[in-house]
T-cell receptor
Framework: SAVISQKPSRDICQRGTSLTIQCQVDSQVTMMFWYRQQPGQSLTLIATANQGSEATYESGFVIDKFPISRPNLTFSTLTVSNMSPEDSSIYLC??????????FGAGTRLSVL | KQEVTQIPAALSVPEGENLVLNCSFTDSAIYNLQWFRQDPGKGLTSLLLIQSSQREQTSGRLNASLDKSSGRSTLYIAASQPGDSATYLCAVSPGSARQLTFGSGTQLTVLP
C-alpha cells in the first residue's frame, strides 16, 4: 500500500489569497492525481501530475487557477490561486499503487471567506 | 464521457441487516472498478477493487460484484454494524494507473 501525507489538513483563507497544498508519498510513483470534492458532491479530477512534465488538466480547470508542481517522484503541490468562496472544498491527492489500487491522502478542507 | 451513478443516495438500516449498494456506469470499456468508504471529514479508504476480467471480490463482510457488459456493480454488506456508517463511493478507471471517475456516493447509516 501507499501512505500519503497531505498538508495542511484544513485552512480558512481570505478571498483573493492563494493556498498551496502539499502531498508526500512514501514511495516513488509516476503519476499523482489531484481531486476536488465540493460540499455534498463527489470527487472531480482536477489534473494529473507527471514528474518531469506539465500537468494535464481536466475540462473546467486551468493552470493559472490551479498550478501544480511535481519536482520528484514522491512529492507534488497544488496551489489554489486568487480564491473565492466557490473554491471552498476538500482537495485530495491520490496515487495508483500495487494492483492498481488507488490510495488517497486525508484531504485538505478549505474554507474561503 | 464516462458517467457513474449510485443508487440510493442515502440508506438507513437497522443493525444486523444485509444490504446492497448499487453502482452503474455508462461506458463498459473500464479497466477496473473500485469501491471506497469515506467517513465525515476524512479521506477515502479503498475497500475492494475488481479488475474488468473479474466478476466479484470479497473482503470479510463485503462482497463486490461486477457485470461489465451491463455496466453495473453492487456492494453487498453482510450483517451491518453501526461502524459501517459512512459514505460509499464507487469509481471506475479506463486504464492501468489512470484517473478515476466517481459516482456521487451512497450515504449509509446503520442504526444500533
Amino acid at each position: 500500500s501507499a501512505v500519503i501525507s497531505q498538508k495542511p489538513s484544513r485552512d480558512i483563507c481570505q478571498r483573493g489569497t492563494s493556498l498551496t497544498i502539499q502531498c508526500q508519498v512514501d514511495s516513488q510513483v509516476t503519476m499523482m492525481f489531484w481531486y476536488r470534492q465540493q460540499p455534498g458532491q463527489s470527487l472531480t479530477l482536477i489534473a494529473t501530475a507527471n514528474q518531469g512534465s506539465e500537468a494535464t488538466y481536466e475540462s473546467g480547470f486551468v493552470i493559472d487557477k490551479f498550478p501544480i508542481s511535481r519536482p520528484n517522484l514522491t512529492f507534488s503541490t497544488l496551489t489554489v490561486s486568487n480564491m473565492s468562496p466557490e473554491d471552498s472544498s476538500i482537495y485530495l491527492c491520490s496515487v495508483s499503487g500495487a494492483k492498481n489500487i488507488q490510495y488517497f491522502g486525508a484531504g485538505t478542507r478549505l474554507s474561503v471567506l | 464521457k464516462q458517467e457513474v451513478t449510485q443508487i440510493p443516495a442515502a440508506l438507513s438500516v437497522p443493525e444486523g441487516e444485509n444490504l446492497v449498494l448499487n453502482c452503474s456506469f455508462t461506458d463498459s470499456a473500464i479497466y477496473n472498478l473500485q469501491w471506497f468508504r469515506q467517513d465525515p471529514g476524512k479521506g477515502l479508504t479503498s475497500l475492494l477493487l475488481i479488475q474488468s476480467s473479474q466478476r466479484e471480490q470479497t473482503s470479510g463482510r463485503l462482497n463486490a460484484s461486477l457485470d461489465k457488459s451491463s455496466g453495473r456493480s453492487t456492494l453487498y454488506i453482510a450483517a451491518s454494524q453501526p461502524g459501517d456508517s459512512a459514505t460509499y463511493l464507487c469509481a471506475v478507471s479506463p486504464g492501468s494507473a489512470r484517473q478515476l471517475t466517481f459516482g456521487s456516493g451512497t450515504q449509509l447509516t446503520v442504526l444500533p
